[in-house]
């Protein structure tokens, strides 16, 4: 069991500011290869940052980056290469760690060492947004398989897709404090280390969509 708690927006305010500008700074060190947007998404978007008041594990923040790439000039290795070798050449300004590379995400940690602490950190996750033959949202993400060394794109599962439009209905139909509720128990009872906030925070919307009807809309 943890005991996670919420984090306010004033707490989040100064770095989310920092996060933005060495994403800016990845920006203007990758521009000769490629360009790309990035946006924050889940639990960051949606003001529901946690942190587990006993343990040594901050908030966390998740960022999506997608690559104008439309030409297929870089491989998925190139590409997640380069922007983790771009992150390395900025964070230790703002005091985070070297970026440590995952199966679907970039991570990066900001750290109390006199109390081996981490006091936050952010994940990056590497995406294509697109729309398929039959005009569906989709999106996929660079996976790094580390049993194999290789990345490689792959599709997100269904539980991702229209996040966004899923949570827009919870809100209008006055379910949204369900979601607050469900997505911290579903925190505080996590057995997974592995298992990062974007992961739980899509299962909760999928889970409040079941319960009320939104499928059957």
Known sequence: MHNFQYVTTKQLSSTKKELIQIIHSVQDDVRQYFTFQF????????????????????????????????????????????????????????????????TRVITIKFKDRENSRILHSCDFAIVNDYIDDNGNERQEYIHFNKKQNEYYW???????????????????????????????DKKNNNTDPHKHSRSIYAETIHEICQQYGYYNS
């Open 39 to 102: 946006y924050f998404v889940g639990s960051v978007k949606r003001n529901m940052v946690t942190y587990d008041v006993e343990t040594n594990i901050g908030y966390d923040f998740d960022v999506n980056i997608q690559v104008n790439d439309d030409d297929y000039k870089y491989s998925a290795k190139e590409i997640k290469t380069k922007i983790m070798l771009a992150l390395n050449k900025v964070v230790y300004r703002y005091g985070y760690d070297n970026a440590e590379d995952s």
């Open 154 to 184: 792959q599709k997100q599962p269904q539980g991702f897709y229209l996040l966004d439009e899923k949570a827009e209905w919870i809100k209008d139909n006055g379910y949204w404090q369900e979601v607050r509720d469900l997505y911290l």
